[in-house]
């Protein structure tokens, strides 16, 4: 356990968090195309109180390995959940100091809703697909970038702190100017990019040849030119992630991946990623701390097993996309289709 724990010290960074993403629901009120998840629209929830019990574990496994508490609620669209607020409030009131971010499509935002997130000091990021109505609404369907749009007025006008984030896919590669111009004219300060991962709906389009996952180089030209606006525009774009330490020593930071971050989906499951279909197990029945800490794959992931990855010398500044290795081979210890070393 000592030396576990030292493990996550070391890859959690200065400050010592244990985040966990929430995905309260599987429902949403969009078809994006590029979605990770299927079209299949499962309605089944935990219940309050099975929220409540999976809380109560993330507390005793946090006290166990001295960390603290932040959290990402999602979905599904999350705020379309009968338990979004509920749960908003107990985050709230168990960890008054936590940071809360809410992954949204902001298509459904009330300015009741706008006034409770801003209660709970919530920062939002809204997911993005098109930089203009057009594109946009070809990806999302017609009327949601209106929409979007007010919800992002709804946001501004109670003072929450809101960032943009777009899929980075072949097609959406040559829009990462007009991305950033977007977040220029809205006054939004945080522009993001995730890379498309070719699962659920997302599989289709790379089935059908409509759209693919960039190759190694084409990603790195991408990462550069996402720098290279980031830095022209002024405007802030997270590169803690997985390969950017490959345009930039100053960049760059471990995918995280059996060290930082927990994925709970609805049914209560315990997942590596949201963005795989592989559960580790059920904490309802199988315990967060026995699966996190004891969970085989957990802990080839924290051992650094991964193939062309564990050798390299940027290793701890990387790790490689373990998403993007399940997607491409089936396994999380592939080195990363998108490296271009």
Known sequence: MKWLIKRLLKFTGSQKFLTVQLDITNLCNLTCVYCYRDFSCDSKELSIDDWFKILDQYKKLLDKLYLSARFCISGGEPTISNLFPKILNELSRRWPNAEISVLTNATTIS????????????????????????????????????????????????????????????????????????????????????????????????????????????????????????????????TNKPLFVLISPKLGWHGKFGFQGLVIDYMGNLKVSSRTDFILGNILKDGLEEIFLNHPIMKDLRAGKIEGCGNCKFYTMCGGDRNASYAAYGSFFKKDPGCWL
């Open 111 to 238: 300015e009741s809703m706008a006034n409770s997130l801003a209660k709970h000091k919530a920062c939002v990021q809204i997911s993005i697909d098109g930089p203009d109505e057009e594109r946009h609404d070809k990806i999302r369907g017609s009327g949601s970038f209106n929409k979007l749009m007010k919800g992002i007025e709804t946001l501004r006008k109670s003072g929450i702190d809101i960032s943009l984030q777009a899929i980075l896919s072949l097609q959406t590669s040559f829009w990462i100017e007009d991305f950033f111009k977007l977040a220029l004219k809205l006054k939004i300060n945080s522009m993001n990019f995730a890379r498309f991962i070719p699962q659920g709906r997302g599989k289709i389009l790379y089935d059908k040849g409509i759209d693919r996952p960039l190759g190694a180089l084409e990603l790195r030209d991408a990462y550069a030119n996402i720098v290279r606006c980031s830095n022209d525009m002024k405007i802030y774009t997270d």
